[in-house]
Nanobody, 124 residues
Framework: QVQLVESGGGSVQAGGSLRLSCVAS????????MAWFRQAPGKEREGVAS???????TYEDSVQGRFTISEDAVKKTLYLQMSSLKSEDTAAYYC??????????????????WGQGTQVTVSS
């Protein structure tokens, strides 16, 4: 059974940093495309960053240069290092795994497995 558990969210002032973690279990780590999505109140869930099976990272334009996605195969953990945080980054952040052959931030429907979410609040 695939399980994804996020942690690391919290409150931070604009310009600060946070690192989110997603501990995965129930599948062979590295065989699924994984990603971080976020959802702010009243907004659609949007893709933030993805890490495909070839080790390529893709970022949404607004976080490019500020966020870094990475993974630790030994710990079976996906990370999202967030720096230079802005109030616009405030959202619930979700870890996701594709469970399929397609990997794209364009739609959350490509991802079949999700964590429970961790809240990130950035004050200005």
């Amino acid at each position: 059974q695939v399980q994804l558990v996020e942690s690391g969210g919290g409150s931070v002032q604009a310009g600060g940093s946070l690192r989110l973690s997603c501990v995965a279990s129930g599948f062979t780590f590295g065989t699924y495309c994984m990603a971080w999505f976020r959802q702010a109140p009243g907004k659609e869930r949007e893709g933030v960053a993805s890490f495909d099976i070839d080790g390529r990272a893709t970022y949404e334009d607004s976080v490019q240069g500020r966020f870094t996605i990475s993974e630790d195969a030994v710990k079976k953990t996906l990370y999202l290092q967030m720096s230079s945080l802005k109030s616009e980054d405030t959202a619930a952040y979700y870890c996701a795994a594709s469970g399929g052959n397609w990997c794209s931030l364009e739609s959350s429907t490509y991802f079949g497995f999700w964590g429970q979410g961790t809240q990130v609040t950035v004050s200005s």
